[in-house]
């Protein structure tokens, strides 16, 4: 792990454009070695329409793309902050402006290739945003991307395994909260609702934390362009959350839908999004 990221730390000389091909060649060779099947099988659950020669190029473009932010992690993680965000434009911030020590506010960021970016910019524009992460098994990686998350603002990082607790006090306390809502945890704190059409495991945090504080819902988007990436804000949620869990996770689903068929190849389909069946249906990945 220390020689990764010291290749890391070594790209971070290299011109954006160096650095984008690598990740393009690096992605085309992972998605032979890589979680190919699972992609697939992902992209013929989302995609029905679509052929299998189309979803394999998407699924190849996924791979280009994902390798592509994994490498530019180096310029992330150790340029100097402003050079790191450089080519990173923020859209439409007056979304958290007109917001901001009035509301509690929730960015709802999707798992784009972005995300990294996406938060590190927003921290960068705000030094109070907050975030939630997965300990690292591996102790270097942790202290590495514990210190990247922690260069470009005041953060608090709270880990999994604390809870909702320390993010109930944050948000209080009106610090934005950078929020990953889209995997799947597995069927406790979830509902069943469609994602593509297909029932998928959605966790509810997201209504709950905005009916005990108060939070505003804000999405954050980060897109990757062929020269650097873009991170839009779009305009508050009106009356959520509703009262109604299971039409709060469908809302959140479907906004995530709509900006995931804008650009299919950049959404996480490495992930196993529909791992959790509802009862009685056998896994789709076996």
Same mark, same amino acid.
């Given at each position: 792990? =220390? #020689?990764?990221?010291?290749?890391?730390?070594?790209?971070? *000389?290299? +011109?954006?454009? *160096?650095?984008? &091909?690598?990740?393009?060649?690096?992605?085309?060779?992972?998605?032979?070695?890589?979680?190919?099947?699972?992609?697939?099988?992902?992209? =013929?659950?989302?995609?029905?329409? /679509?052929?299998?020669?189309?979803?394999?190029?998407?699924?190849?473009?996924?791979?280009?793309?994902?390798? %592509?932010?994994?490498?530019?992690?180096?310029?992330?993680?150790?340029?100097? +902050?402003? /050079?790191?965000?450089?080519?990173?434009?923020?859209?439409?911030?007056?979304?958290?402006?007109?917001?901001?020590? /009035?509301?509690?506010?929730?960015?709802?960021?999707?798992?784009?290739?972005?995300?990294?970016?996406?938060?590190?910019?927003?921290?960068?524009?705000?030094?109070? @945003?907050?975030?939630?992460?997965?300990?690292?098994?591996?102790?270097?990686?942790?202290?590495?991307?514990?210190?990247?998350?922690? =260069?470009? !603002?005041?953060?608090?990082?709270?880990?999994?395994?604390? !809870?909702?607790?320390?993010?109930?006090? &944050?948000?209080?306390?009106?610090? +934005?909260?950078?929020?990953?809502?889209?995997?799947?945890?597995? &069927?406790?704190?979830?509902?069943?609702?469609?994602?593509?059409?297909?029932?998928?495991?959605?966790?509810?945090?997201?209504?709950?934390?905005?009916?005990?504080?108060?939070?505003?819902?804000?999405?954050?988007?980060?897109?990757?362009?062929?020269?650097?990436?873009?991170?839009?804000?779009?305009?508050? *949620?009106?009356?959520?959350?509703?009262?109604?869990?299971?039409?709060?996770?469908? %809302?959140?689903?479907? #906004?995530?839908?709509?900006? @995931?068929?804008?650009?299919?190849?950049?959404? #996480? *389909?490495?992930? /196993?999004?529909?791992?959790? %069946?509802?009862?009685?249906?056998?896994?789709?990945?076996?």
């Amino acid at each position: 792990m =220390r #020689f990764v990221l010291f290749l890391l730390w070594c790209l971070r *000389w290299l +011109p954006p454009r *160096w650095v984008a &091909a690598l990740g393009h060649a690096l992605g085309s060779l992972l998605y032979h070695f890589g979680r190919r099947r699972i992609t697939l099988i992902n992209l =013929r659950l989302c995609f029905p329409e /679509k052929s299998e020669a189309e979803r394999v190029a998407l699924g190849r473009r996924v791979f280009r793309n994902l390798a %592509r932010m994994s490498l530019e992690l180096g310029r992330l993680w150790y340029a100097p +902050p402003d /050079k790191a965000l450089a080519n990173t434009t923020l859209v439409d911030r007056h979304h958290v402006d007109a917001l901001r020590g /009035k509301a509690p506010i929730v960015l709802l960021a999707p798992h784009f290739a972005g995300l990294d970016v996406g938060g590190a910019r927003m921290s960068r524009e705000y030094p109070e @945003v907050f975030s939630m992460y997965s300990e690292q098994k591996n102790k270097v990686f942790d202290r590495a991307l514990r210190r990247a998350r922690s =260069r470009f !603002g005041e953060p608090l990082l709270v880990t999994r395994r604390e !809870g909702l607790r320390p993010v109930l006090r &944050a948000l209080r306390a009106m610090k +934005p909260f950078y929020y990953l809502p889209d995997m799947d945890f597995g &069927a406790r704190d979830a509902v069943f609702v469609p994602f593509f059409g297909v029932p998928t495991a959605t966790v509810t945090a997201l209504s709950r934390l905005c009916a005990i504080t108060g939070a505003k819902v804000v999405p954050c988007v980060t897109r990757q362009l062929p020269d650097g990436y873009e991170v839009r804000l779009y305009p508050a *949620w009106e009356d959520f959350p509703s009262g109604d869990l299971d039409a709060d996770a469908r %809302r959140m689903n479907a #906004f995530i839908e709509e900006r @995931v068929r804008e650009m299919p190849d950049q959404y #996480f *389909w490495v992930h /196993k999004r529909f791992k959790t %069946r509802p009862p009685g249906q056998a896994s789709v990945y076996k």
